[in-house]
């Protein structure tokens, strides 16, 4: 894993929602629109923290045909285990393609 893919996998959880949204998912698969209801959010916002989570590998979502034939989006959490250690850090770091930079 390169530098880069760390920080964009740790940022996709470094957000309370994002994380309310994993633990939901982890207790049930849901469709967008329960999984909005619950959350007390807007399916657009929640389609934003989706990407997030997908993008990153925590998600995988997947469409279905309800019951009246209406396309639904189903999401599952997909198995992970993140662990951030000193030698986690060296080993994206002397994978990055990216110049070290000072600050």
Same mark, same amino acid.
């Given at each position: 894993?390169?530098?880069?893919?760390? *920080?964009? &996998? !740790?940022? #996709? +959880? #470094?957000?309370?929602?994002?994380?309310?949204?994993?633990? /939901? $998912?982890?207790?049930? %698969?849901?469709? *967008?629109?329960? !999984? =909005?209801?619950? /959350?007390?959010?807007? &399916?657009?916002? $929640?389609?934003?923290? $989706? %990407?997030?989570?997908?993008?990153?590998?925590? +998600? &995988?979502?997947?469409?279905?045909?309800? =019951?009246?034939? @209406? #396309? $639904? @989006?189903?999401?599952?959490?997909?198995?992970?285990?993140?662990?951030?250690?000193?030698?986690? +850090? %060296?080993? =994206?770091?002397? #994978?990055?393609?990216?110049?070290? %930079?000072?600050?």
């Amino acid at each position: 894993m390169t530098v880069e893919q760390l *920080v964009a &996998r !740790l940022a #996709a +959880v #470094a957000s309370e929602p994002r994380l309310r949204v994993l633990a /939901m $998912l982890e207790r049930e %698969t849901l469709h *967008v629109s329960e !999984l =909005a209801r619950r /959350m007390g959010m807007s &399916r657009p916002l $929640l389609y934003m923290h $989706l %990407t997030r989570l997908e993008e990153a590998g925590f +998600v &995988r979502g997947r469409h279905e045909l309800g =019951a009246d034939g @209406k #396309a $639904l @989006k189903y999401y599952d959490v997909e198995p992970f285990d993140v662990r951030l250690t000193p030698a986690v +850090v %060296t080993a =994206a770091i002397a #994978a990055s393609t990216s110049p070290a %930079t000072e600050e």
